[in-house]
């Protein structure tokens, strides 16, 4: 079974994103931040990260580097989510080891299923 | 004999000059047309000021809200104010006689050097950083003006002016428009992701009618979404933020993939999209994904108004130093009216598609920005219930 992890601050969107993945057979993990992100990757290394870029405390750039993630688990694939202010960090995040960007309002959580399995597959 | 009178004519001949070169002097300084002296040193160059040579001037100067300098030719600072000491928090002593370039940041040098750039017949302005004494710099904008003096005495005035508010201003406003973005754009993200669940069936069978008034909930919160991608992208075109560094893009592989991703779109409104592109690749330095948000805004309006069943072609040529795209429509079609208000904020056009098509009246406003920002030009043609054609130009050469 493929392990997800959602790093996502919005308790909302967390709960959704779980709930499609988990109904497509996906184990998920969750965190609410970069810092989380990194706790939870110590305890269970995922195949897939969605990562939000605006958090609180450290934030998706933060955790790309905190967790110097391209250079240690360049085999996890990360799917950045974002809005359409954040294009700088976007850029950066690009280069510090992200697959792809996803703008967050653009897909249904079906769509989103279809990218996450086209990328796990 | 005669060598020994030869030699003293030219003496004489060399001390009369010097005589007239120092009646000029004096006389230049009678007249007020000098201000200082620069007397070359062993190590660097003295500068001694006249008191009382363009007193009036000089305190207008010392009075200024910006700091002003007078720099030679090789950059050697023959002036300053009070007000660039206290910007840079070193006493004048030591910026006098010094060279303006040891003041900028190393990273900024270059944008120095083109400010420092000899002859230049007009202002020249440079946004850059200057250190402090207090081991910080400071952004600053410079604006140099050349003296038409001779070439020996050639020299610049330049006005710093503390770009220090302005920019925390601005980070402010940056700041807020991202956080507004985020603030805004949550919700409705959450509404359309719980929307799209139920529709999708995760919570069970809905019949018809249920169906049908969340799919028009979903409508109107993605209608919703449009609006805040508009107001924030204009707001940061308007700020001239988060522009992205222009990159070599090639034009036909871009229309390409823009027809591709909206012809599903189109399909449902059973329409066709075609396009026609040269055989040689046509390049242009542009900020990718606004220029190709861009194009995808007209090329979106176009299937929008224009009717079921229809064609819209889209077409790319280079002629001379530009690139030209075309995206030509059969829709409904604009009055002469109509396309004066075209580019403006918020402007709607009535027409039969416009309430189906539910934009914001931002989108062509933001275009034309993104047009400007390329040095581009957009125009369009129109006529009432035949079609309209939008026409791109966009520099090829030195456009990186």
Redo the contacts between chains.
């Keep these: 079974m493929k392990k997800i992890l959602v790093v996502e601050d919005e308790q909302l969107l967390r709960e959704i994103y779980e709930l499609a993945l988990t109904s497509a057979g996906y184990k998920v993990s969750l965190a609410s931040d970069g810092y989380e992100a990194i706790s939870s990757m110590e305890k269970s290394m995922p195949d897939l990260i969605l990562l939000d870029l605006l958090m609180p405390k450290l934030d998706g750039v933060g955790f790309l580097r905190e967790s110097d993630i391209k250079k240690k688990w360049p085999q996890i694939k990360i799917i950045l989510f974002s809005n359409i202010s954040s294009s700088k960090n976007l850029e950066e995040a690009m280069t510090l080891g992200a697959t792809k960007h996803i703008v967050k309002s653009n897909l249904t959580p079906n769509q989103l299923l279809a990218e996450v399995k086209s990328i796990l597959e | 004999m005669m060598a020994s009178t030869s030699n003293t004519n030219e003496e004489i001949q060399a001390l009369r000059m010097r005589l007239r070169e120092a009646e000029d002097t004096l006389e230049a300084i009678r007249m007020g047309s000098v201000d200082a002296l620069v007397v070359k040193g062993v190590q660097k160059p003295q500068v001694f000021t006249l008191k009382s040579a363009d007193y009036t001037y000089r305190m207008l100067i010392e009075s200024m809200n910006q700091g002003a300098l007078a720099v030679d030719n090789s950059g050697v600072i023959l002036f300053s104010n009070k007000q660039f000491s206290e910007m840079i928090g070193m006493p004048l002593e030591q910026i006098i006689g010094s060279k303006i370039q040891s003041f900028a940041d190393p990273a900024d040098r270059p944008s120095m050097k083109r400010l420092m750039k000899k002859n230049q017949k007009n202002n020249v302005n440079a946004e850059l950083r200057l250190k402090t004494a207090y081991k910080t710099s400071i952004g600053v904008l410079l604006s140099a003006t050349m003296l038409p003096l001779d070439e020996a005495l050639a020299y610049q005035c330049i006005v710093v002016t503390d770009m220090t508010e302005r920019n925390q201003a601005e980070e402010a406003k940056d700041e807020f428009?991202?956080v507004a973005?985020?603030q805004l754009?949550?919700p409705?993200?959450?509404v359309?992701?719980?929307i799209?669940?139920v529709l999708?069936g995760?919570f069970g069978k809905l019949n018809k009618a249920q169906t049908k008034a969340l799919e028009k909930a979903n409508f109107s919160n993605e209608r919703e979404?449009n609006v805040i991608?508009d107001l924030?992208?204009v707001a940061?075109i308007d700020a001239g933020k988060?522009i992205?560094i222009k990159k070599i893009t090639d034009l036909g592989q871009m229309i390409e993939s823009i027809v591709n991703e909206l012809s599903v779109r189109a399909r449902q409104r059973k329409q066709t999209i075609t396009y026609k592109l040269p055989k040689d690749n046509i390049e242009a330095g542009t900020h990718s994904?606004l220029f190709r948000m861009a194009v995808e805004n007209i090329l979106d309006n176009a299937s929008k108004y224009t009717p079921e069943g229809k064609l819209i072609k889209v077409s790319l040529q280079s002629k001379d130093d530009y690139a030209i795209i075309i995206i030509e429509d059969e829709g409904v079609g604009m009055s002469e009216e109509d396309i004066s208000k075209l580019y403006q904020k918020f402007s709607r056009l009535p027409n039969s598609l416009s309430v189906e098509a539910g934009g914001t009246g931002l989108g062509l406003y933001w275009v034309k920005k993104v047009v400007d920002l390329h040095q581009g030009d957009i125009e369009v043609v129109s006529k009432v219930g035949k079609g309209t054609r939008f026409k791109l130009v966009l520099p090829l050469k030195d456009s990186l």
């Design positions: 428009i991202s973005s985020h754009r949550t409705a993200t959450a359309k992701q719980y799209n669940m999708d995760y979404l991608d924030l992208r940061q988060n992205s994904d």
